[in-house]
């Protein structure tokens, strides 16, 4: 290398279209197929669960639609989806429980489906990315079989968030396109 190539300016990376372009290395901007409609990566956010688990998470947009795309590793990656709903919808006697037992209930009941609860606990949530983390916690929950999620998140003292979801495989996720984004992940 001659001292006049220090002053080239380096070109980017460009993403190996057979290595690079998989769920995991989504980044803002991407635009992939998923259940028949086209999402863009809006954000990417983590939790960090304190232990040395981290779930990543992509929110993905399309149309007038939101969902959450989200990693977890545990011998395996494990991805799921969830979409926000209202946590009102939950009934009144949710928050009526967790108001008076600082948990909410083992079981819940939200549109024909009865679910159990399967863990709960508490991290920092990173959004975007990166800055300074916020605490919450979260208890989530299951079918029977295994095949639907629902999760309530709690931020502060009275805020709560929910969301219900299911599993998915990374084959269901096709078209991965890298596009140009304001920023970078």
Do not use: C
Not at 135 to 140: A, S, V
């Amino acid at each position: 290398m001659g001292w006049l190539d220090f002053f080239k300016k380096k070109k980017a990376a460009e993403p190996d279209p057979l290595r690079d372009l998989n769920l995991s290395n989504l980044k803002v901007g991407y635009l992939l197929d998923y259940d028949m409609r086209t999402w863009q990566v809006e954000a990417y956010h983590y939790y960090d669960w304190g232990n040395g688990d981290i779930t990543h998470e992509w929110q993905l947009k399309s149309h007038d639609d939101t969902i959450y795309l989200q990693r977890e590793s545990d011998d395996e990656a494990e991805w799921s989806i969830s979409r926000p709903i209202d946590f009102s919808r939950l009934g009144r006697e949710v928050r009526e429980y967790i108001t008076q037992n600082e948990d909410p209930p083992d079981e819940l009941v939200f549109e024909e489906t009865r679910y159990f609860l399967e863990e709960f606990g508490g991290g920092q949530f990173y959004k975007d990315g990166r800055g300074g983390g916020s605490d919450f916690l979260t208890w989530d929950y299951e079918d029977e079989e295994g095949e639907k999620y629902l999760s309530i998140e709690q931020w502060g003292e009275e805020e709560f968030e929910a969301y219900q979801g299911e599993p998915v495989e990374e084959y269901q996720f096709t078209n991965i396109l890298p596009r140009e984004s304001e920023t970078e992940t």
